[in-house]
């Protein structure tokens, strides 16, 4: 079987592994923690906290923008429910933006007719680790005196206009899961680029304490001052990051290549009118983090599906847009997002990792003209 992804982990990287467990009998439970936020904070020139998950990471930048019961946070519908939930668990509510027409990002003229004065933050995904329109996003947030966070989950090392992605808005978050660019399996990042929050956020992070002035030694102990969680992430899990975050450029460039080959090659059955390929805009340097292409209609999508598993590819759709959710639903959401739903019927993600050989992606394109020839 020809798998989706997998994670960019090498066999070398066990070593990381064993020297996580040496530093636990020399009781040093967050070396390899610091050590990743130390080369994020380098990297990305901005402050990184290591969290358990991209989610956990948005649950913090919840959590220090203080928000509450109605209060409304707009949040485009075609992503992963772990953009959301830190919000609904707080009681806040989610007002549903669409995605544009020829992306699956969010559409700036949505955000706008969602706006209200109870609107307390706009959180962006750049899909596939492609940009959204941030220059636009910016002007109507300031406006609107309302800050943006980025869910950059797919965004490692991706570009907009030459900025890193996560490091825009007043808060970002990277998520280190199993199917991402650079993995740990479970992990994430939060990173915090407007530093009137790092107050709050380092006491969110320390489950509402002032450790980290502790660690600073600034306090010869520390104490409970204000609300939060435990988010710190294992030292075991952040061990597994230490080299791949250094090889995130290397990382990213094997997939970008792959990803070209894929665009090349296809691109014969987007000008016959059979799929349409991935528009990137011209402010977008993205990671190749996901290479889509897009069918007709959810049936032609949903027979391609399973005729490349019969060919040994698996191949996944993504997004079930949110506002149609059971969830939402209960809670008469009735929100009609055109373009969410035409990506949660269209789109299909094909193979693309660092270990899919050529031959592998050979048989991909190969596969994929044979549906179309059929
Ligand atoms: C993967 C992902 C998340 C959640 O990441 P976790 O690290 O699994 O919590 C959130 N948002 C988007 C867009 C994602 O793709």
């Not at 798998?3 to 009781?27: C, H, T």
């Not at 830190?86 to 027409?101: C, E, Q, Y």
């Not at 791949?244 to 016959?272: S, V």
């Not at 059979?274 to 209609?297: E, G, K, M, R, W």
């Amino acid at each position: 079987m020809i798998l989706l992804s997998k994670p960019a982990v090498e066999l070398n990287d066990g070593v990381l592994l064993q020297d996580a467990v040496l530093q636990m009998q020399q009781g040093q439970f967050h070396r390899s923690v610091t050590e990743c936020e130390n080369y994020l904070q380098q990297q990305y020139n901005t402050t990184a906290f290591l969290t358990p998950s991209c989610t956990a990471a948005l649950e913090i930048a919840a959590l220090t923008l203080q928000l509450k019961p109605g209060d409304e946070v707009i949040v485009p519908s075609y992503t992963f429910v772990g953009t959301v939930t830190p919000f609904t668990k707080l009681g806040v509510t989610i007002r549903f933006a669409d995605s544009t027409a020829t992306h699956p990002n969010v559409d700036v003229e949505s955000i706008k007719q969602k706006l209200s004065e109870k609107t307390k933050a706009i959180v962006v995904v750049h899909y596939a680790g492609v940009a959204c329109a941030m220059n636009e996003l910016l002007s109507l947030a300031a406006d609107a005196g309302v800050p943006v966070l980025e869910d950059a989950a797919h965004c490692i090392g991706a570009k907009y206009n030459n900025q890193y992605l996560g490091t825009i808005g007043g808060l970002g978050a990277i998520s280190f899961d199993s199917q991402k660019n650079i993995s740990c399996l479970q992990g994430g990042a939060l990173f915090v680029n407007n530093h009137n929050y790092l107050p709050i956020a380092e006491t969110v992070r320390y489950n509402g304490t002032n450790k980290a002035a502790f660690l600073r030694k600034e306090t010869t102990s520390f104490e409970w001052v204000g609300n939060g969680g435990n988010y710190e992430i294992s030292n075991i899990s952040a061990a597994l990051l230490v080299q791949q975050l250094k090889r995130t450029q290397e990382i990213n460039r094997q997939r970008l290549n792959m990803w070209q080959h894929y665009f090349t090659a296809l691109e014969p059955l987007q000008a016959n009118g059979f799929i349409a390929l991935p528009a990137v805009p011209s402010y977008a340097q993205h990671n190749a983090h996901v290479f889509y292409v897009l069918l007709p209609d959810a049936n032609k999508r949903n027979s391609f599906i399973a005729f490349m598993q019969s060919k040994g590819i698996q191949v996944l759709f993504h997004y079930l847009a949110l506002h149609r959710s059971p969830y939402m639903q209960a809670q008469q959401v009735n929100d009609h997002l055109p373009y969410a739903g035409q990506f949660e019927e269209r789109l299909v993600r094909l193979p693309l990792h660092t270990q899919l050989s050529k031959e592998e992606q050979q048989k991909v394109i190969n596969s994929v003209y044979s549906f179309f020839e059929q």
